[in-house]
């Protein structure tokens, strides 16, 4: 008897592992070329979209009312998969791979993917009120190779935030408006002892090319200027000279080069840090927390000029696959509802993508700082598919910069930049 | 008519048809001699189809699950692949290549032979003291051993997760106990400083590691007979002389056993690497398990087919080491005979 039930459970993994590898395996992995023409195959009636976790609150609370809300409208089913960021890149990476893409895709990056023509750019999908409606620059950003592909779903925008009982401690009667009163000020902080850290510099591998935005922004920095790259540029160079200068001076909190973004937020929230780059869902935490008294400011600039953001949006791309357009452009004509895209972005706690978002927003008193730069912010040159490579190669090396010679480092990334990442 | 006696005698000889059509095994033809062997055999031999039929759901799932990945995996080492994931074209032997004359593979296999030695190294002999201690009677015994378990019960993730908020610099408990028994005046930064990071990770190896390591122990110093100890102890042998010369030498499978697979537990182990590493950029602190992950998926070069050309070479190391333990296995087999 007890063979009998052993070879039961041996058959019942053997049939669960059979049924693994198929999944795994899908139709194969073709070459290039395999995602499709769009107009082929029977229609669908079901697409899928995979979605990144913003919150775990909310997010997934969304779109479940939103599928529920796009079928009732529209007939189509909406299946969602809602994936973490830590994850996403894994499993968008693995469904190409297998050539399962999904129809929908959220994701913080899209010129990759235009350039291996597995997307639909507006024209098919996108319908012509929506594309007006859509904030310029983030058209402008979504743009590859003259169609628009990367569609904003959310947008956030950096800020300057201080420490409000640290300033006041340290004798700082408002936040600095050029480096050198930042400078000036975080020296003051850190005087102060017990642990306080004048600036929360985050250059560790999650995210730095946003913190290194914010900075070569303000000092009259980009990376690539009409289609050129400029990250070694004699302003960049400076921009992370002085970043490396806050560092040696012991300005910051500890190592720098290897400090991620949630654990400078992490010290801002515990209330020893004076400044920190920050943006609406930190702001969100704080307020829910109301453990540190906090003030919201443009960037400073390096010459007192006029502050600069930098501006963040992720993407929903559409997925060249037989049959599925118009289900796709149903998906899309709904989401830019000013109900439905405007509930998600006000629950996410972030920035609206539309100019009709922007004037919904516009009572919201806390956002005004954010909203008053959004339509001027300066992204990352998402448009450029070799930037996908670039902002990986940044994340990795930036940090080294602190230890060793900035101009070397970016030296080493133009370098990178110009073979195409 | 000699042929005819010959088959009838043959039948009745052999009246398991099972048997008749089965292997030309001598031994079951002679049922003269009453082996106890030979019968063994007989009752287990089966038609070669039922055996199959039997076979089958451990072969699915060997075909499913260990060749179809294999092949896949070795598929994909031989494509060229787009950032997005998305196969291009066929990359022949070139994945392997960029793998060899990556800068940092120097860097990957050191700490890999460090990281495995390293915890492998010390959990055995932390191990070998804590499963002496644990052997002897003494009260609370049972609560002892069940806390030993519990870091093998809690998840890797879970595990690494606590000790990056332990070690954390600003507010890390190991960090405020360090100072405030005035040890050290500023905090370690046990995960960001390159000269701790590997310490610091090896700890964490350690401490889960251990676990299994005492368990295998206590069941090795439980197989000890006590008249041997008793005869050393009335010859006169010290303790130590008797540790030394009896006790190890007879924990030698038990010892083998656990050294065997642990440097695969080890070495395979991606979890804490990942988890403790992941502040720091680059390769500095990587093994060849998180090194090919990050080819795949975070760094600048984001290649699958690269990643699984690392793959391939990661499961040639393993298999060298899994051979070894075959080998052990066998001469378990023969020196229990």
């Not at chain 1, 609406?280 to 453990?291: F, G, I, M, R």
């Not at chain 1, 978002?357 to 700082?369: D, M």
């Not at chain 1, 954010?370 to 992204?379: G, H, I, K, M, S």
């Not at chain 2, 099972?18 to 001699?33: E, K, L, T």
Request: some cysteine; overall charge neutral.
């Amino acid at each position: 008897m007890r063979s009998m039930k052993n070879s039961v459970v041996v058959a019942g993994l053997a049939i669960a592992g059979l049924a693994l590898g198929a999944c795994g395996g899908g139709t194969g992995a073709g070459n290039a070329g395999g995602a499709g023409g769009s107009t082929g195959g029977e229609e669908v009636k079901t697409i899928k979209l995979v979605a990144a976790e913003y919150s775990k609150d909310h997010t997934k609370a969304f779109w479940d009312a939103f599928a529920k809300a796009y079928k009732e409208k529209t007939g189509y089913t909406l299946e969602v998969q809602v994936v973490s960021w830590d994850n996403i890149d894994q499993q968008s990476s693995t469904m190409i791979q297998n050539n399962q893409a999904p129809d929908i895709l959220n994701l913080n990056a899209y010129a990759s993917y235009a350039k291996d023509g597995l997307l639909y750019d507006s024209d098919a999908v996108l319908p012509a009120s929506v594309k007006s409606d859509i904030l310029d620059t983030f058209v402008k950003y979504g743009t590859y190779d003259g169609k628009f592909y990367g569609f904003p779903d959310l947008s956030s925008a950096r800020a300057f935030f201080y420490n409000k009982a640290l300033f006041k401690q340290a004798g700082i009667n408002e936040p600095p408006k050029t480096w050198a009163e930042l400078e000036a000020d975080a020296k003051k902080i850190t005087a102060l002892g017990g642990g306080n850290v004048g600036y929360a510099l985050p250059l560790g591998p999650e995210e730095s090319q946003g913190e290194f935005s914010m900075w070569l922004f303000n000092n009259g920095g980009t990376w690539k200027d009409g289609g050129k790259w400029t990250i070694n540029s004699d302003k960049n160079v400076e921009t992370l000279a002085f970043l490396k200068k806050l560092t040696d001076a012991k300005l910051t909190q500890n190592n720098p080069a290897r400090t991620n973004r949630a654990d400078a937020f992490d010290l801002f929230k515990s209330g020893k840090a004076g400044m920190v780059i920050g943006f609406s869902p930190l702001a969100a935490d704080l307020d829910k927390d109301k453990k540190v008294d906090y003030g919201v400011a443009p960037f400073p600039t390096n010459d007192g000029s006029e502050s600069k953001t930098f501006g963040v949006t992720d993407y929903l791309m559409a997925f060249k696959k037989p049959g599925n357009e118009k289900a796709v452009k149903a998906f899309y004509e709904l989401y830019y509802q000013p109900d439905q895209v405007n509930t998600f972005i006000k629950a996410e706690g972030f920035l609206p993508v539309t100019k009709s978002g922007v004037e919904a927003f516009a009572g919201e008193t806390k956002l005004k700082v954010y909203l008053d730069t959004l339509p001027n912010a300066q992204l990352t040159p998402t448009d450029d598919p070799t930037w996908d490579k670039v902002k990986l190669a940044v994340q990795q090396n930036l940090g080294a910069a602190m230890t060793g010679d900035p101009k070397a480092v970016l030296d080493k990334l133009q370098q990178t930049a110009e073979n195409g990442g | 008519m000699r042929f005819a006696s010959a088959m009838t005698e043959r039948t009745t000889v052999t009246p398991d048809p099972a048997a008749a059509a089965g292997s030309g095994d001598p031994g079951s033809r002679m049922p003269s001699r009453p082996s106890r062997r030979r019968r063994a055999g007989r009752i287990g031999q089966v038609h070669p189809l039922v055996a199959l039929l039997w076979l089958a759901p451990a072969l699915a799932l060997i075909l499913g699950v260990v060749l179809y990945p294999a092949i896949k995996l070795f598929d994909a080492s031989r494509g060229e692949y787009s950032i997005t994931g998305l196969r291009k074209g066929d990359a022949g032997w070139d994945n392997y290549a960029k793998v060899l004359a990556h800068p940092d593979l120097g860097t990957v296999l050191l700490n890999t032979v460090v990281w495995v030695v390293a915890v492998v190294a010390v959990t055995i002999v932390i191990g070998l003291a804590l499963a002496q201690f644990l052997v002897k009677p003494f009260p609370g015994r049972r609560f002892v051993r069940w806390a030993v378990i519990i870091p093998w019960a809690a998840s890797l993730i879970i595990t690494s997760q606590l000790f990056v908020l332990l070690y954390d610099y600003n507010y890390g408990i190991i960090n405020h106990v360090l100072q405030g028994l005035h040890l050290i005046s500023t905090p370690i930064d046990f995960l960001g400083n390159d000269s701790w990071t590997m310490f610091s990770m090896v700890v964490v190896g350690v401490f889960v590691s251990l676990p299994f390591t005492i368990f295998v122990f206590i069941a090795g110093l439980g197989a000890i007979p006590d008249d041997v100890m008793e005869a050393a102890t009335v010859d006169g042998a010290s303790p130590w002389q008797r540790y030394w010369n009896i006790t190890l030498p007879l924990m030698r499978p038990a010892l083998m056993i656990a050294t065997v697979l642990n440097v695969i537990y080890v070495f395979n182990s991606f979890p804490i690497i990942y988890t403790l590493n992941d502040r720091n950029p680059g390769y500095l602190h990587d093994t060849t398990i998180t090194f090919m992950y990050k080819l795949a998926f975070k760094s600048q070069e984001k290649d699958v087919g690269m990643s699984a050309a690392a793959g391939i070479f990661n499961v040639l190391l393993i298999l060298v080491v899994v051979a070894i333990y075959l080998k052990i296995i066998n001469w378990r087999e023969e020196t229990s005979r």
